[in-house]
């Protein structure tokens, strides 16, 4: 075991040391000054422009400038404010082009946002998805597996801003059962809190809920015409004990890893959907940090993100060892 975390630690950080580096290309590449940005396009003098460029460190070379940022990864660095020199501590992300607010104080703020929609989602994901495929595939060719897919080429076929939009239209235009989603803190009104996200957490759901279910119905079939089942069965068991014992737990193995990568990469479906609800998430934050161009935060998103998706696979394989006795983590 100790073997295996060890490599996995060592992949992780350079897998997330090479996010770093592909962020910082991709930044430079593109075109736009982000000081000119916050300076401003019109109003903005040479000088001042000058003067801006030496405050974000852009007056630097790339190297030095992502040299500057491992390092303060690592072990902290100062930053300078004008006259003040600030200490960032590690791990210091640096501080934001736009608000000169630390980074990791932006995703702090507005992680609860997006974890609030992504443990939602997932609860009705995975019970709309791995329910209905488990009946898709118990009851194969019976009305409950036309339904479901139906569902799944509907889920599938629709993203996630329209499937957003209905929703808004329908419950909040039409029925008017709903207000336009405002978020609410949980600890300050948890009703409310319930109800500003129970629409962002239907549409983020839809599509990953149906993906679920094609996965669920299809693994599921496998599982159940493999030769242990037909032995479990011919031993006189309980179809309910062969289901739940043998076949769900065989047929759950593959779900594993695609929720560990779901879980990770849900920044990009939460994008949209915090966007379109006027949710102050951290898929909200990227949008507006990549229309600024504001580095720091898009790499402190970026690597984030990564260090959820690779945790989420390392946990994926535990999990895969516990369902699957013949897995071995060597």
Not at 209 to 215: D, F, G, Q
Request: hydrophobic fraction near 55%; charged fraction near 15%.
């Amino acid at each position: 075991m100790l073997p295996y975390l060890t490599r996995r630690v060592v992949g992780a950080a350079l897998v997330l040391l090479a996010l770093s580096v592909v962020v910082f290309a991709i930044f430079y590449l593109l075109p736009g000054d982000p000081a000119q940005l916050v300076c401003g396009i019109k109003t903005c003098s040479a000088d001042r422009l000058a003067l801006v460029r030496q405050k974000l460190g852009l007056d630097q070379p790339v190297a030095v400038q992502y040299w500057q940022f491992l390092t303060g990864l690592v072990v902290g660095r100062d930053v300078s404010a004008g006259p003040n020199v600030f200490h960032c501590p590690a791990p210091c992300l640096g501080f934001s082009f736009q608000t000169d607010e630390p980074v990791l104080a932006l995703i702090a703020d507005r992680l609860p946002v997006s974890l609030s929609l992504t443990a939602g989602a997932m609860v009705l994901w995975l019970s709309i998805g791995v329910g209905g495929g488990v009946l898709s595939a118990l009851r194969r060719g019976r009305f409950i597996d036309r339904a479901t897919t139906v569902f799944v080429l509907g889920g599938m076929s629709i993203p996630v801003f329209i499937s957003g939009l209905l929703l808004l239209m329908v419950f909040c235009v039409w029925l008017q059962w709903l207000p336009f989603p405002s978020y609410v803190s949980l600890a300050s009104d948890p009703a409310g809190w319930a109800r500003s996200l129970v629409l962002p957490w239907f549409a983020l759901a839809l599509v990953e809920a149906a993906k679920y279910a094609r996965l669920t119905r299809t693994s599921m079939l496998e599982t159940l015409s493999e030769d242990h089942i037909r032995t479990a069965r011919a031993y006189g068991l309980r179809e309910r004990r062969v289901i739940g014992r043998h076949a769900l737990r065989g047929a759950l193995t593959p779900l594993a890893t695609m929720l560990a990568v779901d879980v990770g990469g849900v920044l990009t479906s939460a994008s949209l959907t915090e966007t379109l609800f006027g949710l102050p998430g951290l898929g909200q934050l990227l949008v507006q940090s990549v229309n600024t161009l504001d580095l720091p935060v898009v790499v402190g998103l970026v690597l984030l993100a990564g260090f959820a998706i690779v945790v989420g696979n390392v946990v994926a394989d535990l999990v895969y060892a516990v369902l699957d006795r013949r897995v071995s983590l060597t």
